[in-house]
């Protein structure tokens, strides 16, 4: 049998792990360095079937499995194909006690906690379980042969046992050097390992020359050729080998306790033992993962990192795929032979094993995007879709000016179910709502509806919509897509903090919305059974197209306009029903590009394109909608307050010959930067390019000429388009 | 996995104490989806309410699917990070598969009901 390394095939045995196949074949995996075999260092790490990473001591050897080496330098290279990896399953599990790790104190905890009566969860290694991380949960994440494990424990049991000490000397980057346990489990692989000289606790069953004393150096060209040690006498001998085999002593294998500081995470047999302290060493690299040297802590030593997270952080020691589990033995060391105090070892991140992406992605899904009820028909008739306020909407039908025109000559229908909505009803209703909204909600008669802008405790807008008054009481409110979730969370906690007796019913994915525009939307909805007259900003229940609806008049577009909103299961007869009844009269659907345009002719400000953070009603000149004679309401002190100040920049009409320019272009006054454009399109209708954007005042003035892409554009009064509305409110 | 359509409800936001006081009829499922909402389907906008102020509105919001006890367990041993109720029946709520839920669990068989615009997304993650 036979694997493939770095393009040349190695013979190996039944039974056999990578490492102990290509140590048979003279190779070290990773060019040299001490080899614990217990997968605790990162000296065997190599690159398995694609996957970094991976401890070879670990992985049974397969024939044809394709083993790489990493680079001497630097990082192995991520895959540049492009096919994915196949998905890895995930389960999650619950439990009362996780128990990782099933040697003899493992496997006695484990039993304890059963005869307890709780539920318990273990994890083996040698069963191919092996745990990767702890979390906040605590939740441990483990790789196993069926997936990957979730596991939520109320208590993690830490049973991992304890792991060798690695030399650091001079030279310990040589193949050839084994910790004790690994000289056994080597020669029991039935690996050559020539003459063995053992430094400290000698390997069971094996022939070597045991040695007592301090290792001064390894020497070699790329194999350890000999060891030099300073005996217990003081004297340094040389002692010419094949192999070492070192046995410094054990430190608690106790990354995952580490991982899991502040949490219900507790250590049991060898896993909690007291560390073994090494000799502090002279020179060698103490930590392989990050290449730290003694040299290395001196400096930050004496620079004054003088503790162990400093001292890791200065370094980077501790930091690499062991997290710790190499190098904190000498990291403690030094710092007590420099005169500082022994310290604990480090918090430890996750992971303890390299996880490949799909193991890493196992179980994490991509925010979903919900679709209206008008999704299908979006597709049927061929609209490119796209993500817009978090919506699956139709951005075009592939006609954008066919659809612009039927808005502007005939009628059209679009799907505006994103909308955020809501109803309101209850003794308190009105008084929540005049302490939520800058308008006087009282003066909205039954029947009526008003826009409305929605202010936070600074006084600034973040949300725009409608309040429409039903009557006895009850009203309801409409908010932008992207905004409607924090919209009702927003009324939700101003109506429990206020401790206001209101009912709540949060609509927006039970009701469709269509709207439709354009001077032929009356006869269109006469056609489809509402005849009912309905002044601008008035709105009705009725049956439209055989539909209850409740109909809006209203203009976003700068057209008559109705929006129906009904509820969702019908949104796909009455949409079609809609396009039926109006294909005479040539109907088209419009999509949000055709949108965008059309609102933008009208001025009308989308909050989140043409707002910031720190927009007020006043910077985008809308102070119309604030009453502020009337009593409090959210944000009202700070608008007295920031209306004090001079107007800084405002938002404001730009137009320009010629194509339409980029959306965040910047605005120049001359050669000085005067704010950036939020909305920009061509306008039909007009004949040039219109604009949205934020510009700076000069002197107290807004800049009559600007330059935009390097061509001059002009301010102009909003809106661009119907000055005087007479269309909207036909 | 079935597909999910279109739940046929009636959703009531009235005072938690006049939920709690309510009969709901035998052949109803009144879910409490909050202290102050209840998601009743099929749909029963009869109800007696101790509250003159609640809102009864048809709703066609959510969608649902039952599944067989062991193919529900699967499926949401995979996808629910959570720890179901014990005991049976059950009302439960929370996400799975990345999406909000609401699941019923009955001894031999798990409703699942999530909001109908995340259909396509679910019946995805389902498969």
């Known amino acids: 049998m036979r694997l493939i390394f770095d393009g040349k095939p190695i013979e190996f045995n039944a039974g056999d792990t990578v490492l102990a196949a290509l140590l048979k074949a003279g190779i070290h995996p990773a060019g040299g360095g001490p080899l614990c075999c217990g997968g605790d260092c990162p000296h065997c790490l190599a690159t398995i079937g694609g996957a970094s990473y991976a401890r070879t001591c670990q992985t049974p050897a397969r024939p044809g499995m394709i083993v790489e080496r990493h680079p001497a330098n630097g990082y192995p290279p991520l895959p540049t194909n492009n096919l994915p990896g196949p998905e890895v399953s995930t389960r999650h599990l619950h439990c009362d006690v996780i128990v990782i790790g099933q040697g003899r104190s493992g496997r006695a905890a484990a039993e304890e906690a059963k005869q307890a009566g709780k539920r318990v969860v273990t994890l083996d290694e040698k069963e191919g379980q092996e745990a990767l991380g702890i979390y906040e949960g605590p939740l441990v994440i483990a790789r196993t042969s069926q ?12 049973a991992t046992g304890a792991a060798e000490i690695q030399p650091v000397a001079p030279g310990n980057q040589l193949a050839g050097i084994f910790t004790a346990r690994a000289t056994e489990t080597l020669a029991a692989a039935g ?6 000289v053992a430094i400290g606790e000698p390997p069971r069953g094996v022939e070597a020359e045991n040695v007592q004393g301090q290792i001064v150096r390894f020497e070699g060209e790329k194999k350890v050729e000999a060891v030099v040690v300073r005996g217990p006498d003081g004297n340094e001998k040389r002692f ?15 990354t995952l306790l580490r991982m899991g500081n502040g949490l219900n995470v507790r250590a049991v047999g060898e896993a909690a033992r007291e560390p073994d302290l090494p000799i502090c060493p002279t020179s060698g690299t103490v930590c392989s993962c990050s290449g730290v040297t003694v040299e290395d802590l001196d400096r930050v030593w004496n620079s004054g990192f003088r503790e162990m997270e400093l001292i890791k952080r200065a370094t980077l020691a501790g930091t690499g795929t062991c997290q710790g589990g190499m190098c904190t033995p000498y990291l403690r060391s030094f710092i007590k032979a420099r005169g500082g105090e022994l310290q604990p070892a480090f918090t430890a991140r996750p992971v303890t094993r390299q996880p490949t992406l799909a193991e890493a992605a196992a179980g994490a899904h991509h925010r979903p995007t919900p679709r209206t009820a008008l999704d299908a028909e979006h597709r049927r008739l061929g609209a490119y879709m796209d993500r817009v306020g978090g919506w699956w909407r139709p951005w075009n039908y592939g006609n954008v000016l066919e659809e612009y025109w039927a808005v502007r000559e005939a009628v059209s229908i679009g799907d505006v179910s994103t909308l955020g909505k809501m109803l309101v009803s209850g003794p308190d209703a009105l008084k929540l709502l005049e302490h939520l909204y800058p308008t006087k909600v009282s003066t909205i008669g039954p029947g009526r509806s008003r826009y409305v802008l929605i202010l936070d405790e600074r006084g600034y807008v973040f949300d725009d919509g409608l309040i429409c008054n039903e009557g006895d009481g009850r009203y309801y409110l409409t908010f932008t897509s992207g905004g409607s979730s924090f919209a009702e969370m927003w009324v939700r906690d101003w109506a429990d903090a206020l401790k206001l007796d209101a009912r709540l019913m949060y609509q927006t994915m ?5 709207n439709v525009t354009g001077p032929l939307s009356r006869e269109l909805l006469s056609r489809a059974g509402f005849t009912t007259p309905l002044n601008y900003m008035q709105h009705t229940k009725a049956e439209v197209g055989g539909v209850a609806c409740r109909v809006l008049r209203l203009s976003f577009t700068g057209e008559q306009s109705y929006e129906l909103h009904h509820p969702a299961d019908q949104s796909a007869a009455l949409w079609r029903r809609l396009l039926e009844l109006g294909a005479d009269l040539g109907i088209k659907p419009h999509g949000i590009e055709t949108l965008l345009k059309l609102r933008l002719e009208k001025g009308h400000v989308i909050v989140g394109q043409d707002t910031d953070f720190d927009t007020t009603a006043r910077r985008i000149d809308m102070e119309w909608a604030l009453k502020l004679d009337k009593g409090d309401f959210v944000g009202r002190q700070a608008v007295l307050r920031t209306n004090k100040e001079l107007l800084d920049k405002q938002l404001a009409g730009l137009e320009m010959d010629g194509p339409a320019p980029l959306e965040g272009a910047v605005i120049w006054r001359g050669d000085e930067y005067a704010g950036y454009v939020t909305s920009s399109a061509y306008s039909p209708v007009l004949g040039k390019a219109v604009m949205l954007g934020w510009v700076k005042l000069f002197d107290g003035e807004l800049p009559a000429q600007v330059v935009i892409e390097g061509r001059p554009a002009r301010r102009a009064a909003v809106p661009f388009y119907d000055k005087e509305s007479n269309r909207a409110r036909a | 996995m079935p597909a999910l359509n279109r739940l046929p409800a009636t959703r009531i ?9 309510a009969a709901w009829p035998a052949n109803i499922l009144a879910l409490r989806i909050a202290s102050d909402e209840v998601l009743v389907t099929p749909p029963a906008p009869e109800i007696k309410l101790n509250d003159p102020h609640a809102i009864f509105e048809p709703d066609s ?23 179901l109720p014990a005991e049976r029946p059950a009302f439960a709520q929370g996400m799975v598969a990345g999406i909000a839920a609401k699941l019923w669990l009955e001894s031999d068989r798990v409703l699942i009901i999530v909001p109908a615009p995340f259909v396509a997304d679910f019946e995805e993650r389902m498969t």
């Open chain 2, 61 to 83: 919001g959510f969608a649902d699917v039952w599944l067989a006890a062991d193919e529900a367990l699967k499926f949401l041993e995979r996808e629910c990070e959570w720890e």
């Open chain 1, 510 to 514: 039970s009701l469709g919305a269509i």
């Open chain 1, 147 to 158: 997936g990957m494990w979730h596991v939520h424990a109320r208590e993690v049991i830490v």
């Open chain 1, 240 to 254: 010419a080998c094949d192999s070492v085999s070192v046995g410094l002593g054990l430190n608690p294998r106790d």
């Open chain 1, 191 to 196: 690996v050559n390992l020539g003459r063995v």
């Open chain 2, 13 to 21: 936001v009235a005072t938690p104490s006049a939920l709690d006081a």
